[in-house]
């Protein structure tokens, strides 16, 4: 079985500021996948995840996300979302690629809250501490901010799992690239750093 990326984005709810809710964690309420084999998608996979913990949404939540309760009501259970992961990632040699760790995190917690073995087998990936690491960051950079760096745009809206999924895929591909560039740039000789022309003209 030839090795797959997988790109995976979670978006969670989230307490009101203004609200103290006690024993509250974030629970995914979208998800967002892209599977990719040989440089190529092999599928995509979209769908709002219903919260048992606190079903109702926030409205800090629903302001910050631009997502309505009515929609979240109509999702999947979590159970389902990790069914399906389970049975996508079959493999260790599978590489389970998200921007930030967040949503390993919370994929985590959501599971044993629920009961649910964690379905990915892949090594996980951050590619936001790749992308740190690269260009020399001091701080981590937001996604779309990440991709605004490059001159290149998101794909579709912020915020929304699949798009950020896809946009995590296509800012994967830039930093490989360059990655590939850094690779085969040969090292640079005295020759090239000094312009002996000048010196010459210096020196009559």
Same mark, same amino acid.
Not at 38 to 56: M, N
């Given at each position: 079985?030839?090795?797959?990326?997988?790109?995976?984005?979670?978006?969670?709810?989230?307490?009101?500021?203004?609200?103290?809710?006690?024993?509250?964690?974030?629970?995914?309420?979208?998800?967002?996948?892209?599977?990719?084999?040989?440089?190529?998608?092999?599928?995509?996979?979209?769908?709002?995840?219903?919260?048992?913990?606190?079903?109702?949404?926030?409205?800090?939540?629903? =302001?910050? %996300? *631009?997502?309505?309760?009515?929609?979240?009501?109509?999702?999947? !259970? @979590?159970?389902? $979302?990790?069914?399906? &992961?389970?049975?996508?990632?079959?493999?260790?040699?599978?590489?389970?690629?998200?921007?930030?760790?967040?949503?390993? =995190?919370? %994929? *985590?917690?959501?599971?044993?809250?629920?009961?649910?073995?964690? !379905? @990915?087998?892949? $090594?996980?990936?951050? &590619?936001?501490?790749?992308?740190?690491?690269?260009?020399?960051?001091?701080?981590?950079?937001?996604?779309?901010?990440?991709?605004?760096?490059?001159?290149?745009?998101?794909?579709?809206?912020?915020?929304?799992? @699949?798009?950020?999924?896809?946009?995590?895929?296509?800012?994967?591909?830039?930093?490989?690239?360059?990655?590939?560039?850094?690779?085969?740039?040969?090292?640079?000789?005295?020759?090239?750093?000094?312009?002996?022309?000048?010196?010459?003209?210096?020196?009559?």
């Amino acid at each position: 079985m030839n090795e797959r990326l997988f790109f995976i984005d979670f978006e969670f709810s989230m307490p009101d500021a203004s609200l103290n809710r006690k024993g509250f964690f974030p629970e995914i309420i979208e998800a967002g996948i892209v599977v990719v084999e040989q440089d190529a998608i092999v599928k995509k996979y979209s769908s709002y995840v219903i919260p048992s913990a606190f079903p109702k949404l926030t409205e800090r939540c629903k =302001r910050f %996300l *631009k997502i309505s309760q009515s929609q979240v009501d109509r999702g999947v !259970p @979590l159970k389902e $979302v990790v069914e399906l &992961l389970d049975e996508m990632n079959q493999t260790k040699k599978d590489r389970i690629i998200t921007w930030g760790n967040m949503d390993m =995190r919370v %994929l *985590k917690k959501n599971c044993e809250e629920a009961g649910l073995a964690f !379905p @990915l087998q892949g $090594v996980c990936i951050d &590619l936001s501490m790749e992308y740190k690491r690269f260009f020399g960051d001091k701080n981590q950079t937001g996604l779309w901010k990440a991709v605004a760096e490059y001159g290149k745009e998101g794909t579709g809206r912020h915020h929304r799992a @699949l798009d950020d999924a896809l946009t995590t895929y296509h800012i994967y591909n830039l930093i490989e690239k360059d990655k590939g560039y850094m690779e085969k740039a040969e090292p640079t000789t005295i020759g090239d750093r000094v312009d002996f022309s000048k010196l010459f003209n210096q020196m009559a």
